[in-house]
């Protein structure tokens, strides 16, 4: 069966999506580890608790995207994000192609689930090789 999948920068437009039907939304945290931080947009940690139960209430799941590449020195951030997103109760998160699995690992034990094969090519010498869009599952399947 095929998946409606939306995207919500505001947990108004996660209500909009989950009230016209959509099985599942992804969204972010209002913070440095999402790509798209803009003021006015995203998730504070309190939003997307009540986003996730209100979504979760309806049928449908929430992923939370992670993804910008760690800053050197703050990698907690990134760290942190997981772990908030598992305690909103995200069904999954959704890490971005620069990140690997060496700087970010579930905090649940979750199982890593790639969608397309470990790219091979990196952008400079400095840089880690890139891994594939992957999503981890934060509930136990």
Same mark, same amino acid.
């Given at each position: 069966?095929?998946?409606?999948?939306?995207?919500?920068?505001?947990?108004?437009?996660?209500?909009?999506?989950?009230?016209?039907?959509?099985?599942?939304?992804?969204?972010?945290?209002?913070?440095?580890?999402?790509?798209?931080?803009?003021?006015?947009?995203?998730?504070?940690?309190?939003?997307?608790?009540? +986003? /996730? &139960?209100? =979504?979760?209430?309806? $049928? @449908?799941?929430?992923? #939370?995207?992670?993804?910008?590449?760690? %800053?050197?020195?703050?990698?907690?951030?990134?760290?942190? +994000? /997981? &772990?908030? =997103?598992?305690?909103? $109760? @995200?069904?999954?998160? #959704?890490?971005?192609?620069?990140?690997? %699995?060496?700087?970010?690992?579930?905090?649940?034990?979750?199982?890593?689930?790639?969608?397309?094969?470990?790219?091979?090519?990196?952008?400079?010498?400095?840089?880690?090789?890139?891994?594939?869009?992957?999503?981890?599952?934060?509930?136990?399947?």
């Amino acid at each position: 069966m095929m998946e409606l999948v939306c995207p919500a920068g505001t947990p108004a437009a996660l209500r909009a999506a989950v009230e016209a039907g959509a099985h599942a939304i992804y969204c972010g945290f209002a913070d440095e580890t999402n790509a798209r931080n803009f003021p006015g947009l995203n998730f504070s940690r309190e939003e997307m608790a009540d +986003a /996730v &139960a209100h =979504a979760h209430a309806r $049928g @449908a799941k929430v992923l #939370i995207a992670i993804n910008t590449f760690p %800053r050197a020195g703050a990698e907690s951030l990134w760290h942190r +994000a /997981v &772990a908030d =997103a598992e305690t909103a $109760g @995200a069904d999954a998160v #959704i890490l971005g192609c620069w990140l690997t %699995r060496r700087n970010i690992t579930p905090t649940c034990g979750g199982t890593c689930r790639c969608r397309r094969r470990r790219r091979t090519r990196t952008r400079s010498t400095s840089m880690p090789r890139p891994s594939a869009c992957a999503a981890w599952s934060c509930r136990a399947s």
